[in-house]
């Protein structure tokens, strides 16, 4: 079942699987629009409190505490909210007895008429869409940025807001159920291992991934990072082939065919970038934001901002004062000609590497957070090259020292604050502290955020 109009919503019944900041936004939209809304959540009523008090004057069925297949079945539609996973038993029950079931992103992206950029990839996501909503603002275009990141696209649908360019950060988890999902552009900013957690293989995870280009056709525009080997393969697919391709690169190398097909190049301290008849130029010696793969970011966010009549001079201006965003390889402070770097949002391994890129040596790493079976190994010469000591914390620390702990000086830690007091007891003059933690904080924390501000208190109180 499919809507395109709001108003075939009108007593439909609609089970929400997931309550938390999506399922409430999605929640009061049907409700709103005179849907018949059940909400549906393994959590007990006091574990949701936060949120109940969120739908307080919302009329809506609450199931909590568990699910009855009963209620399951008694649906036109089941909406699911992009951290269940979709593989549950009971809902291949429900869809053989006839029940259309699917992910709030798709479900919502029927009733979205302005063109959307959906930026998906391992790493960088959130990064490149902020670049390429700053782009577009200081343009003078309204933008609604969110999904993965920020606000669930259920919020810009009960806002009622119309902005001039959607941009969503569209995870693996929000693909997975992607059936009618049509955006405008789609930007794919690199491929690693991730998520094992909820995907049995790799192959599942690249899968889901793949979903994005399921509804390309002429009109579409797909950025690819060409230095990236799994992407280049993902383009070989027919569904990519549909549309236009745009590729960015670091690889001077890459300049004659990147040139001639359209996309972007960095060659020293300047991106060149063809999307029409004339090669443009920018300057990145004055960027701000740390790491050579900041200009990946970059070159992406142009390619796709230019599509959507971002300025030149805007651009520029941007690309010399911003500075990143917070929790993202973030600059906390120095003490005592020590340098503190907040990169909590390092979730995986391939983002740690890129953390470490950004450093040439003389690095206090601390990793660890919750173990979703991760492969660090990848990490061992970079650690052994540049990391003089390794504190390791948290539910994965065991197997982050079985994989490396051998390559540099390593100590397992009982508690975050404890590592962070220990990283900088071992630290000198001219060292980098860096929170890269490789896995996820919910082990410990409720998000990254949690975790990079406590670490950022816990700095800012060092004398």
Same mark, same amino acid.
């Given at each position: 079942?499919?809507?395109?109009?709001?108003?075939?919503?009108?007593?439909?019944?609609?089970? !929400?699987?997931?309550?938390?900041?999506?399922?409430?936004?999605?929640?009061?939209?049907?409700? &709103?629009?005179?849907?018949?809304?059940?909400?549906?959540?393994?959590?007990?009523?006091?574990?949701?409190?936060?949120?109940?008090?969120?739908?307080?004057?919302?009329?809506?069925?609450?199931?909590?505490?568990?699910?009855?297949?009963?209620?399951?079945?008694?649906?036109?539609?089941?909406?699911?909210?992009?951290?269940?996973?979709? %593989?549950?038993?009971?809902?291949?029950?429900?869809?053989?007895?006839?029940?259309?079931?699917?992910? /709030?992103?798709? #479900?919502?992206?029927?009733?979205? *008429?302005?063109?959307?950029?959906?930026?998906?990839?391992?790493?960088?996501?959130?990064?490149?869409? @902020?670049?390429?909503?700053? #782009?577009?603002?200081?343009?003078? &275009?309204?933008?609604?940025?969110?999904?993965?990141?920020?606000?669930?696209?259920?919020?810009?649908?009960?806002?009622?807001? *119309?902005?001039?360019?959607?941009?969503?950060?569209?995870?693996? #988890?929000?693909?997975?159920?992607?059936?009618? #999902?049509?955006?405008?552009?789609?930007?794919?900013?690199?491929?690693?291992?991730? %998520?094992?957690?909820?995907?049995?293989?790799?192959?599942?995870?690249?899968?889901?991934?793949?979903?994005?280009?399921?509804?390309?056709?002429?009109?579409?525009?797909?950025?690819?990072?060409? +230095?990236?080997?799994?992407?280049?393969?993902?383009?070989? +697919?027919?569904?990519?082939?549909?549309?236009?391709?745009?590729?960015?690169?670091?690889?001077?190398?890459?300049?004659?065919?990147?040139?001639?097909?359209?996309?972007?190049?960095?060659?020293?301290?300047?991106?060149?970038?063809?999307?029409?008849?004339?090669?443009?130029?920018?300057?990145?010696?004055? *960027?701000?934001?740390?790491?050579? %793969?900041?200009?990946?970011?970059?070159?992406?966010?142009?390619?796709?901002?230019?599509? %959507?009549?971002? &300025?030149?001079?805007?651009? @520029? =201006?941007?690309?010399?004062?911003?500075?990143?965003?917070?929790?993202?390889?973030?600059?906390?402070?120095?003490?005592?000609?020590?340098?503190?770097?907040?990169?909590?949002?390092?979730?995986?391994?391939?983002?740690?590497?890129?953390?470490?890129?950004?450093?040439?040596?003389?690095?206090?790493?601390?990793?660890?957070?919750?173990?979703?079976?991760?492969?660090?190994?990848?990490? *061992?010469?970079?650690?052994? =090259?540049?990391?003089?000591?390794?504190?390791?914390?948290?539910?994965? &620390?065991?197997?982050?020292?079985?994989? !490396?702990?051998?390559?540099? /000086?390593?100590?397992?830690?009982?508690?975050?604050?404890?590592?962070?007091?220990?990283?900088?007891?071992?630290?000198?003059?001219?060292?980098?502290?860096?929170?890269?933690?490789?896995?996820?904080?919910?082990?410990?924390?409720?998000?990254?955020?949690?975790?990079?501000?406590?670490?950022?208190?816990?700095?800012?109180?060092?004398?």
């Amino acid at each position: 079942m499919q809507f395109n109009d709001i108003s075939e919503l009108r007593g439909q019944r609609i089970l !929400i699987v997931g309550m938390a900041r999506t399922g409430v936004a999605l929640a009061r939209f049907l409700v &709103k629009h005179g849907a018949e809304v059940t909400v549906s959540d393994h959590k007990s009523k006091a574990e949701l409190a936060h949120w109940l008090d969120k739908m307080a004057d919302v009329n809506v069925h609450l199931e909590l505490g568990g699910h009855q297949p009963k209620t399951f079945l008694n649906q036109d539609v089941i909406v699911l909210s992009p951290g269940v996973p979709s %593989h549950l038993k009971l809902f291949d029950y429900a869809k053989s007895r006839g029940v259309h079931v699917t992910g /709030e992103f798709e #479900f919502c992206s029927h009733f979205i *008429k302005e063109p959307v950029i959906a930026i998906t990839g391992t790493n960088g996501k959130t990064t490149t869409a @902020q670049l390429v909503e700053v #782009f577009l603002k200081e343009s003078g &275009k309204s933008v609604w940025i969110g999904g993965n990141y920020g606000p669930p696209i259920s919020e810009y649908l009960l806002s009622g807001e *119309k902005a001039d360019v959607i941009i969503a950060e569209v995870s693996s #988890f929000m693909l997975e159920h992607i059936e009618g #999902f049509n955006p405008q552009n789609i930007l794919f900013t690199n491929l690693a291992e991730n %998520h094992l957690d909820r995907y049995r293989t790799m192959e599942e995870y690249v899968n889901a991934k793949r979903k994005i280009f399921l509804n390309t056709n002429q009109a579409t525009t797909s950025i690819l990072n060409a +230095d990236d080997n799994a992407v280049v393969e993902l383009a070989r +697919d027919p569904a990519v082939q549909r549309g236009r391709i745009f590729y960015f690169s670091r690889k001077p190398s890459l300049e004659p065919q990147i040139m001639n097909i359209g996309g972007a190049v960095t060659i020293n301290d300047q991106i060149r970038v063809r999307t029409g008849p004339e090669i443009e130029y920018y300057s990145v010696a004055n *960027k701000k934001m740390r790491g050579a %793969h900041s200009q990946e970011n970059i070159m992406a966010a142009i390619l796709v901002a230019r599509e %959507h009549g971002a &300025k030149h001079e805007a651009i @520029q =201006r941007i690309i010399d004062t911003y500075g990143g965003m917070s929790h993202r390889l973030e600059y906390v402070r120095r003490v005592g000609g020590v340098e503190f770097y907040n990169d909590s949002k390092a979730t995986n391994v391939h983002a740690v590497m890129r953390a470490l890129d950004s450093f040439d040596e003389n690095v206090i790493l601390i990793m660890g957070g919750k173990d979703t079976n991760l492969n660090y190994t990848p990490l *061992k010469d970079k650690v052994r =090259r540049k990391v003089k000591t390794l504190i390791l914390v948290g539910e994965a &620390k065991e197997r982050i020292n079985r994989d !490396i702990g051998d390559y540099s /000086e390593t100590f397992l830690i009982g508690t975050f604050e404890e590592a962070v007091h220990i990283a900088f007891q071992k630290s000198r003059i001219s060292d980098y502290v860096l929170l890269s933690p490789g896995a996820s904080s919910f082990d410990i924390f409720d998000s990254y955020v949690e975790r990079g501000n406590y670490f950022k208190e816990i700095v800012n109180n060092f004398k």
